[in-house]
């Protein structure tokens, strides 16, 4: 899996040229963002400031947007001083502006684009609308401890990709991993430790994901993540690499080094009309258990039917 990130933080940089002054003067200035206003990536927001930026499902794309009826190169905006252009990259089921499909199209900031079942405008905000407004996103959608997605948001997203893979009979891989003996290092090390160990464990989970990938907190000390389009056999060997580098990585809390290992199960299922995304996650978490079971700091593989090997 890449570990490429063209974009990182959804809010503006508070990095400026001239000091603490201009830095003030700047949070009243309107800067342009792209909202989206609904679809399973509803009310993250993107700052354009680059000249130009690719919207898609893809990991190649700037701004990657995870609706399944967006093409993995969907559409570009590219970014004038006083004015943006959206331009449709041919995508397959087009680009929308009040019903009707579009080509290119100079925006104004009352236009809607849809692309799929997605709807987003450009909005020029301060930064503090926007830093307030990407507080609540984060509050709604992402786990306060670690930053990434929590369970909720991550089943919304989930659900989306489920039902695009049961239209087009396409392979959905779920890697779940929980962190071995976890209870223990909290009372050996303490909570403050133990909360250390999951951001950091989050961190190294999240290097790995594709960005058109999701990853998310499914509770406790349990993560799940959802990988498209992956065969099993990639989806077993990233996994396995996560595995390793976890048990390599040096945790540690106010000097103190904390050996952790984790557990993993993987269930990669070409999905069909009767399948659910429940029992694809709850088989994946027995293969977790199983692991669990057979010694720990290891890996299961689940299948549906040995004799439906995906790979």
């Known amino acids: 899996m890449s570990s490429s990130r063209k974009i990182g933080s959804l809010l503006p940089s508070t990095t400026m040229v001239?000091?603490?002054?201009?830095?003030?003067?700047?949070?009243?200035?309107?800067?342009?963002?792209?909202?989206?206003?609904?679809?399973?990536?509803?009310?993250?927001?993107?700052?354009?400031?680059?000249?130009?930026?690719?919207?898609?499902?893809?990991?190649?794309?700037?701004?990657?947007?995870?609706?399944?009826?967006?093409?993995?190169?969907?559409?570009?905006?590219?970014?004038?001083?006083?004015?943006?252009?959206?331009?449709?990259?041919q995508s397959t089921n087009g680009s929308f502006l009040a019903g009707q499909r579009i080509e290119k199209h100079w925006l104004n900031t009352h236009d809607r684009i849809q692309a799929g079942d997605t709807i987003m405008r450009v909005d020029y905000k301060c930064f503090n609308e926007a830093e307030s407004e990407q507080a609540l996103y984060r509050a709604a959608y992402t786990d306060a401890l670690t930053g990434i997605l929590n369970r909720g948001a991550f089943m919304q997203r989930a659900h989306e990709e489920f039902s695009f893979c049961k239209r087009n009979n396409a392979l959905l891989s779920i890697v779940m991993c929980d962190v071995?003996?976890?209870?223990?290092?909290?009372?050996?090390?303490?909570?403050?430790?133990?909360?250390?160990?999951?951001?950091?464990?989050?961190?190294?989970?999240?290097?790995?994901?594709?960005?058109?990938?999701?990853?998310?907190?499914?509770?406790?000390?349990?993560?799940?993540?959802?990988?498209?389009?992956?065969?099993?056999?990639?989806?077993?060997?990233?996994?396995?690499?996560?595995?390793?580098?976890?048990?390599?990585?040096?945790?540690?809390?106010?000097g103190q080094t904390i050996p952790t290992t984790i557990s993993i199960g993987v269930c990669t299922r070409r999905v069909t009309a009767i399948d659910s995304l429940p029992t694809i996650i709850r088989v994946a978490d027995d293969a977790l258990y199983l692991a669990k079971q057979n010694g720990r700091n290891r890996l299961e593989i689940a299948y549906f039917n040995p004799a439906i090997d995906p790979r």
């Open 180 to 254: 071995d003996h976890f209870k223990c290092k909290n009372d050996t090390y303490g909570h403050p430790a133990g909360d250390q160990v999951l951001k950091d464990l989050s961190a190294i989970l999240a290097e790995q994901m594709r960005k058109e990938d999701l990853l998310a907190r499914y509770g406790g000390e349990e993560f799940i993540m959802l990988l498209r389009e992956t065969p099993g056999d990639a989806a077993v060997g990233w996994a396995e690499r996560i595995r390793q580098s976890v048990m390599l990585h040096p945790f540690s809390y106010q």
């Open 18 to 89: 001239g000091g603490a002054v201009n830095h003030a003067q700047t949070k009243h200035v309107l800067e342009p963002y792209l909202v989206i206003l609904s679809g399973c990536d509803r009310g993250r927001q993107f700052k354009l400031e680059q000249q130009a930026y690719v919207i898609g499902r893809s990991d190649e794309a700037d701004i990657v947007i995870g609706d399944p009826k967006i093409s993995r190169r969907h559409g570009a905006f590219t970014v004038f001083k006083d004015r943006i252009l959206f331009e449709d990259l």
